[in-house]
């Protein structure tokens, strides 16, 4: 069965998390490669340095791209963005203890696994949207909360008893007939 406007477009939002998801993991990895590479005898120490302010630039401003694109899927490790804005540049970096690089390197592969988690999570999403499971894209409820829509079931059975007994009491209080079930009730009630 072919899927419906409304799991296109899931799949659709889903493709588009995935793929800026992939983007930033390779920007990750470059951010990686480059704080590696600075200790190694013979490397243009000025080249990297340009490299690796690019890279971070880039990482901050897609980052917060996939925290509020992603919505409730953005399952990122908190501590990326400290990782980011901590490492000012690769001389300084250099210049601490081997524990405090040690430290940096751990929390970059900290961050890294939960990158992966989150693309994992992503396709599988993907992959059970495709065979035309309902599943949820946190971008897209943020878009449903603000874009309006239809009632909730409860809502609408509230709706439509409350519109019932405002029926029922205007007749009651209006009609003929009202007049002769409130005359009833008197006589019962006293």
């Known amino acids: 069965m072919a899927p419906n406007k409304k799991q296109l477009k899931t799949i659709e939002a889903l493709n588009r998390n995935i ?11 470059l951010f990686n490669q480059i704080l590696s590479a600075y200790p190694s005898p013979g490397v243009n120490k000025a080249q990297l340095e340009n490299q690796f302010l690019k890279i971070k ?8 791209v996939l925290k509020e694109g992603m919505g409730s899927d953005y399952k990122f490790d908190s501590n990326t963005m400290n990782i980011i804005s901590g490492a000012t540049n690769l001389e300084a970096i250099y210049s ?26 992503l396709e599988d999403k993907k992959v059970r949207a495709e065979a035309g499971e309902k599943v ?4 897209m409820q943020a878009e449903i909360k603000t874009g309006g829509g239809g009632m909730s079931k409860g809502t609408k059975t509230f709706l439509i008893i409350l519109v019932i007994a405002i029926v029922v009491a205007l007749l009651f209080m ?15 009630v006293g």
């Open 19 to 29: 793929q800026m998801c992939q983007e930033f993991m390779n920007d990750w990895l």
């Open 136 to 139: 949820y894209v946190g971008s």
């Open 57 to 64: 630039s880039k990482l901050a401003r897609e980052h917060q």
């Open 96 to 121: 601490q203890s081997e524990v405090a690089i040690k430290k940096l390197q751990n929390e970059w592969h900290r961050a890294f696994i939960s990158i992966n988690e989150t693309l994992g999570g």
């Open 174 to 188: 209006f009609t003929p007939l009202g007049d002769m079930y409130r005359n009833a009730w008197n006589d019962l």
